[in-house]
């Protein structure tokens, strides 16, 4: 059964940049099929998709995050990351990093990690 | 960009009752690329249905999805006391790839 962790700080000071990095246990990232993705939640609110990317390095951002957002994996490390720059309080959230799977002919979110998160203050 | 929207925001029902969700797409969604997630308190939110209309592993037959094009639904048959959450309804396929609702809460009356 596949397992995603999220680690990284928890506090980020404004005009800084977030990272954090999702760790996939029991299954490879390699494997194909699926688009590794990050997901954040602000508090009390609904869920904002980021972006996502598949192992072989191609990568897809939600438009308005894109200027500040890239996704890299690692699959020596059975590892993906998400970098956002110049963060505000705005960015202030859960952060999940989640599977998207291909089930009949559409993708939809099978797996996720517990979410970790971050605040933006200095 | 699709927005979704979901109604009611929240209902409040009683363990037993029936429980029906609605999302609706400001346009067509393709293909009934519509899935629904629940949420608990403390919680990362869980795959109920995909394809609009189809169950995920391990989720009880209580839980149906139906709909197509704009309007989609959520019905819980008889709800359990685990069922009193928050539930999303998510599009996949226009800008911005993957879109979610707002969620509706199921809480208890």
């Known amino acids: 059964q596949v397992q995603l962790q999220e680690s990284g700080p928890g506090l980020v000071k404004p005009s800084q940049t977030l990272s954090l990095t999702c760790s996939v246990s029991?299954?490879?990232?390699?494997?194909?099929?699926?688009?590794w993705s990050w997901i954040r939640q602000h508090p009390g609110k609904g869920l904002e998709f980021i972006g996502y990317?598949?192992?072989?390095?191609?990568?897809y951002y939600n438009p308005s995050l894109k200027s500040r957002v890239t996704v890299s994996v690692d699959t020596s490390k059975n590892q993906f990351s998400l970098r956002l720059s110049s963060v505000t309080a705005a960015d202030s959230a859960l952060y999940y990093c989640?599977?998207?799977?291909?089930?009949?002919?559409?993708?939809?979110?099978?797996?996720w990690g517990q979410g970790t998160l971050v605040t933006v203050s200095s | 960009e699709i927005v979704l929207t979901q109604s009611p925001g929240t209902l409040s029902l009683s363990p037993g009752e029936r429980a029906t969700l609605s999302c609706r797409a400001s346009?067509?969604?393709?293909?009934?690329?519509l899935a629904w997630y629940q949420q608990k308190p403390g919680q990362a939110p869980r795959l109920l249905i995909y394809?609009?209309?189809s169950r995920a592993t391990g989720i009880p037959d209580r839980f149906s999805g139906s709909g197509s094009g704009t309007d989609f639904t959520l019905t819980i048959s008889r709800l359990e006391p685990e069922d009193f959450a928050v539930y999303y309804c998510?599009?996949?396929?226009?800008?911005?790839?993957?879109?979610f609702g707002p969620g509706t809460k199921v809480d208890i009356k």
């Open positions: 989640a599977r998207a799977a291909y089930v009949s002919g559409s993708y939809a979110f099978d797996c």
């Open positions: 029991g299954g490879s990232i390699s494997s194909g099929g699926y688009y």
């Open positions: 990317i598949y192992y072989s390095g191609s990568t």
């Open positions: 346009q067509s969604v393709s293909g009934s690329y």
């Open positions: 394809g609009a209309s």
């Open positions: 998510q599009q996949y396929g226009s800008s911005p790839l993957f879109t």
